[in-house]
């Protein structure tokens, strides 16, 4: 009963977190830039308006893709909040990721294409870095379980320096912020026009932005889980990391997709892979 | 209160989409302007995108001739309904200076249909800005006689 609540409320938090999450990114990210910015709710609106937008779908198969993106990205929130498997958790959000990019796929925009193409890069670059991350604080934590994370006693941030700069890659790539921001080209970085988003409009695009907030929500509970000692301290430790992504954001230019895969990456992965061997070791 | 909160949404989050049909770069760069952080249109949720499918206005400028009204009624269909178009300086609402010249069939309304239409050569940014309000007070129109 008590697993069945927690993953009620991760069904239902995790959207608005991450929604609030965005509302956060474009005030501060404003002020950053000398503007007052839009409300701290803007995106919600966003989100309800194009909920009552009437368009047709780029292809049929779009809609079907859209829908199970959300439903992956919200089982995998559902799945953390209520203390499972992290590797299930995982394999879910990865397949979530997955649907967004085959519905791009699917349209006939060259510009999605190519937003889909480079999401595909993004995966292949931060899914291993993410895996090896969990597979970390598995080891440390001494259970696959969320729930054996939140149990052990003292921050695990000590027992995995290695681990956190992968892991702020795989939150500004997860993030679409720069020097990542290949594929969907958000904010004012418009050389895609909305890379892999560009074909999805009205309705699908309410849903695969409350799947993103969802997939936001559980990449920063996962930063957060490296200093789970309280939900206070959780909930600080998250929104540490997301301050630090949006820092990043406004002070860094981007990079191509060919330094994410073949310089950035790797040694985000060996970083991780070196801490996993220490904590054998150790 | 779920139908009142979809309909309040479509009035904080107008999606603009900017086409420069033949202007001579004034009126574009006075929309432009209400971009930045001195008139900041952020503030009322307009973000300027690149994507008709995407976008709730359509912000066009200069005077239309053969060639791009075909890419203008393009871009207007691609829009989700409901849709709003602003029709920004002279040559927007009327042709301009360039009205009689061989070339120019006229203003944006010759093409597609116009709600708000801003004069000035180039118009300025408040007016722009008070469009988009003048736009929307339309819209809530159009969405309450729906209901």
């Given at each position: ?10 069904l ?17 990210t ?39 993106a ?19 958790c995982f394999?879910?959000q ?10 791009a ?15 595909l ?7 291993p ?21 939140l149990?052990?006693n ?30 969907a ?34 990449v920063?509970?996962?930063?957060a ?13 998250g929104?540490v990391t ?11 230019a ?29 | ?31 432009l ?17 690149g ?14 001739n ?12 691609q829009m989700?309904?409901?849709r ?12 301009g200076?360039f009205?009689?010249a ?8 010759k ?23 003048a ?13």
């Open positions: 009963m008590k697993t069945l609540a927690l993953a009620l409320a991760g239902v938090l995790a959207p608005l977190f991450g929604g609030l999450a965005a509302g956060l990114d474009r005030v501060l404003a002020r950053l830039q000398s503007r007052l910015g839009p409300p701290l709710l803007q995106p919600f609106h966003d989100a309800a308006k194009l909920w009552s937008k009437v368009i047709s779908p780029a292809s049929p198969w779009q809609g079907l893709f859209v829908r199970w959300l439903t992956a990205a919200l089982a995998s929130a559902a799945l953390f909040a209520s203390g499972a498997d992290l590797l299930l394999f879910v990865a397949a979530g990721a997955s649907f967004v990019a085959l519905g796929f699917c349209g006939s925009s060259p510009y999605g294409r190519l937003g889909a193409q480079r999401e890069f993004q995966m292949l670059a931060y899914e870095v993410l895996l090896v991350a969990l597979l970390c604080l598995a080891k440390a934590a001494g259970g696959f379980e969320a729930s054996a994370v149990a052990v003292g921050p695990l941030l000590f027992k995995l320096p290695l681990v956190a700069p992968g892991l702020i890659f795989v939150v500004l790539v997860k993030l679409r912020k720069s020097p990542f921001d290949l594929a080209s958000q904010h004012m970085h418009q050389e895609l026009v909305r890379g892999v988003y560009t074909d999805y409009a009205g309705r699908d695009l309410a849903l695969i932005k409350i799947a993103h907030w969802a997939d936001v929500a559980v920063l509970w996962i930063c889980l490296f200093w789970a000692t309280g939900p206070v301290q959780m909930l600080l430790a929104l997301l301050l630090l992504a949006l820092l990043i954001d406004n002070i860094s981007r990079l191509t997709w060919r330094v994410m895969l073949k310089v950035v990456a790797p040694a985000a992965l060996a970083l991780a892979s070196a801490n996993l061997f220490w904590l054998y070791l150790g | 209160m779920f139908g009142a909160f979809l309909k309040k949404s479509q009035l904080r989050s107008p999606w603009l989409l900017h086409f420069d049909c033949g202007s001579c770069n004034g009126c574009d760069i006075e929309t302007a209400c971009l930045t952080p001195v008139y900041d249109v952020e503030r009322f949720g307009i973000i300027n995108v994507n008709p499918r995407h976008a709730d206005l359509l912000v066009v400028t200069g005077t239309v053969p060639r791009n009204a075909v890419v203008l009624k393009n871009l207007f269909d989700p309904t409901p709003l178009v602003i029709a920004i300086g002279a040559c927007g609402c009327s042709g200076v009205r009689e061989p070339n120019v069939l006229g203003g944006v309304d093409v597609i249909p116009v709600d708000v239409y801003v004069p000035g050569c180039p118009a300025r940014p408040e007016a722009i800005m008070d469009a988009v309000v736009g929307l007070a339309k819209l809530k129109g159009i969405l309450e006689a729906d209901q």
